[in-house]
């Protein structure tokens, strides 16, 4: 007898109805047998249909036989595949008798693909049922869970299962592609060199060609230089061409995001915003300011430490409400791994090769550009050249074989305004002026310089960009010179 439940809006308790799977027994044997016959059929079902598509055990095994000795070149029929099934179980169905009987009651081999496609219909509907089931249990427990994280997993559950029925793209004929790369050669010429999204910065889409759907781009640094305020500039020039811009700050509080833009704005500094050390004057250009940023295709989500799951179920809704052309994490260490319940014994190097590889995931799904910025080792304080390398990535070299490209953002000045020269023992005044002198020769050079250093890029050339870059505005702009000082262009 089943459970009575209580529905909302109902005042009295009824029983809860019988769930009964929805399967077709009939073209999963319909299916095999056609397969046993004539095994080139299989080519008509192969894009979309797997194993755990039946719903019969047997059958999930008997397919899997098929697909791996048509794939060693062999003859699939019930003769040779008698041995994968000797002791298996399959003598519950019938045993070798049973794979004669499936090729004997075949009706027709061009059913085939119908066939499959009712299979996979059915696989749908139970596991959107298995799923739900799975979800109300889960929400009519004692100790409820997160009800924001219930529904992120509905979501990301509900997308694996139209994931996997999408049919692959499969070989296709090069006349196909060649009119694809004609399109993407005509949008690139037509925008002066860049077919994707400008950053905004002119010499960075010089070297990148701009942001192209589906690919994820790693800025990564040491603290201090200025990676978010780069990835937030970024994000609002995105944003002002007409784009709707995700940013997920799992360090930042979105208010300091949006201090952030607004410095950039009015030049005005984020920490004397934070500190109301404003004065009239300055209040009236942040209120105009706002106003402006208000306009923006600008979204932020300061969920601290969320999954890649929950970050592209979020993602995925912002694009129905709203539309999607970039996403920026910030920063790629501070996302928790996918189901962690189950990674009580992995490393930290396993955990961030997940990470790495389920943003790519995210990017081809989503079809935009991902920014993700990541942290870097220590490695590189302990050289005299502090220009970071795609070997000092922090924790796993799978970003860096991930990634569609890795920039790094350098900033000489940091190191240099640290290392002002001390006299030495024994060294006279003259020495030491002449040295003095030297450095700040270099400083001045290098003040409000940041040096943007493309060292993988899959589909371009490497190189660095230099950039302004006024850190107590969080402005990032392309770099002129007046005099050897670094202006804004």
Avoid at 82 to 103: M, P, T
Wanted: charged letters at 25%.
């Amino acid at each position: 007898m089943s459970e009575p439940i209580l529905f909302p809006g109902v005042t009295r308790s009824v029983p809860a109805p019988t769930i009964v799977l929805p399967v077709n027994y009939e073209a999963e044997q319909g299916l095999l047998g056609a397969l046993l016959v004539n095994n080139g059929a299989l080519e008509r079902v192969r894009d979309f249909l797997e194993p755990d598509h039946f719903a019969d055990p047997a059958h999930q095994r008997i397919f899997d036989a098929i697909r791996k000795t048509v794939d060693k070149g062999h003859q699939a029929n019930p003769i040779t595949l008698n041995h994968f099934f000797q002791g298996d179980g399959l003598a519950e169905v019938g045993g070798a008798q049973y794979l004669v009987k499936l090729a004997a009651s075949v009706v027709a081999i061009v059913n085939a693909e119908d066939y499959g496609r009712t299979i996979l219909e059915h696989w749908e509907r139970r596991s959107a049922i298995t799923t739900m089931l799975e979800l109300i249990g889960r929400c009519t427990q004692p100790q409820i869970e997160d009800g924001e994280r219930l529904l992120e997993e509905a979501e990301e559950r509900f997308h694996q299962i139209a994931t996997r029925t999408e049919k692959r793209r499969g070989l296709i004929h090069v006349s196909v592609a060649v009119r694809s790369a004609l399109d993407q050669i005509e949008a690139a010429y037509k925008a002066g060199g860049s077919s994707g999204l400008s950053t905004g910065l002119m010499d960075v889409d010089g070297i990148l060609g701009g942001l192209h759907p589906g690919e994820v781009l790693i800025l990564a640094a040491r603290p201090s230089m200025g990676k978010t305020d780069l990835a937030v500039n970024i994000g609002a020039n995105v944003a002002r061409s007409g784009a709707v811009v995700g940013i997920f700050s799992l360090e930042m509080s979105a208010e300091e995001i949006t201090k952030r833009v607004l410095a950039r704005v009015t030049g005005i500094p984020a920490d004397k915003q934070r500190g109301g050390r404003v004065s009239h004057q300055e209040m009236m250009a942040l209120g105009r300011a706002a106003s402006e940023v208000e306009a923006l295709g600008l979204h932020i989500d300061d969920t601290p430490a969320p999954t890649v799951e929950a970050i592209s179920a979020r993602a995925r809704r912002l694009r129905r409400r709203h539309g999607l052309g970039l996403i920026v994490v910030d920063y790629l260490q501070l996302i928790t791994p996918g189901n962690s319940r189950n990674r009580r014994n992995a490393n930290r190097v396993e955990d961030v090769t997940e990470i790495s590889r389920s943003l790519k995931v995210m990017a081809k799904d989503l079809g935009v550009p991902v920014i993700a910025l990541s942290q870097l080792s220590r490695e590189v304080e302990k050289r005299e050249d502090k220009r970071p390398q795609l070997s000092d990535l922090r924790e796993s070299g799978a970003i860096e074989q991930d990634a569609d490209a890795v920039a790094f953002l350098f900033r000489e000045e940091y190191y240099l305004t640290r290392e002002e020269p001390k006299q030495k023992s024994g060294e006279s005044a003259m020495q030491f002026s002449m040295r003095l002198g030297d450095h700040e020769t270099r400083l001045k050079g290098v003040q409000n310089v940041a040096e943007v250093i493309v060292a993988k890029n899959r589909m371009g050339p490497t190189g660095t960009a230099k950039l302004l870059y006024l850190p107590a505005q969080s402005k990032f702009g392309n770099l002129a010179t007046q005099g050897g000082v670094a202006v804004g262009a």
